[in-house]
């Protein structure tokens, strides 16, 4: 069965510093990996995706992904953050069948200026 | 080009009422799924229908039942509501499905039972 699991419900950084959301997954089969973020009253956004081309991935507003299958990890990373980067991160894994999304439990990330 | 559209945005139901959930998908996809997302469960898949045929549903009771019509909108009921159905229900649509698509979120609806 297919898992992932969000090593850290919150993370708290000053802006201007760097990033890291940490996850790690579990997967029978090669998997698609998704960070997606909510920001509030808004829906999921869709940051990054790795679908077994390049190890590491790069999104939408200077995030970045590295998938690490001898780690099964999936962290999120960003070099310096920006106070509107303070959302709800979702990392996430595809099911093996059709478009059902398996999610973590998301890490909120807090920027203070 | 318009995003997911869902109605309504927000619903206040009494518990044992039902109630229907609508998503319009983007034009032109014609993968619907529907989620759940509550702030003790986090977001748990519902189900998923493809060309108006359920293709995967998730671990919900049979009380939550969806259809996708012909244009591929789709709606989702829950019946015999319990105040544990108060959630923000989101829909995701994507063109035809598979691993490496991607999915695209409405702003959900906002269930209320009291």
């Known amino acids: 069965a297919q898992s992932v699991t969000q090593l850290d419900s919150h993370v708290s950084v000053s802006e201007g510093t760097p990033v890291l959301l940490r996850c790690n997954y579990s997967?029978?089969?090669?998997?698609?990996l998704f960070w997606y973020v909510q920001h509030p009253n808004k829906g999921l956004q869709l940051l990054l995706k790795y679908t077994s081309a390049a190890t590491l991935v790069k999104g939408i507003n200077g995030f970045e992904a590295e998938f690490k299958k001898s780690e099964t990890s999936f962290h999120l990373t960003k070099p310096s953050a920006h106070m509107s980067d303070a959302a709800e991160y979702f990392c996430?894994?595809?099911?093996?069948?059709?478009?059902?999304?398996?999610f973590g439990k998301g890490t909120t990330l807090s920027v203070s200026s | 080009k318009a995003g997911v559209t869902q109605t309504p945005r927000y619903l206040i139901k009494t518990r044992g009422q039902q109630v229907t959930l609508s998503c319009s998908p983007i034009s032109g996809h014609r993968s619907v799924s529907w989620y759940q997302q509550t702030p003790g469960q986090g977001l748990q898949f519902l189900f998923e229908?493809?060309?108006?045929?359920?293709?995967n549903k998730g671990n919900f009771p049979g009380r939550f039942s969806g259809r996708q019509f012909s244009n591929s909108r789709s709606e989702m009921n829950v019946s015999t509501l319990e105040l544990g159905d108060s959630a923000l229900y989101l829909c995701?649509?994507?063109?035809?499905?598979?691993?490496?698509?991607?999915?695209?979120f409405g702003q959900g609806t906002r269930l209320t039972v009291v």
């Open positions: 995701a649509s994507s063109f035809a499905g598979g691993l490496n698509t991607e999915a695209f």
């Open positions: 997967s029978s089969y090669s998997p698609s």
């Open positions: 229908y493809f060309s108006e045929t359920q293709r």
């Open positions: 996430v894994v595809t099911h093996q069948a059709g478009t059902a999304l398996i």
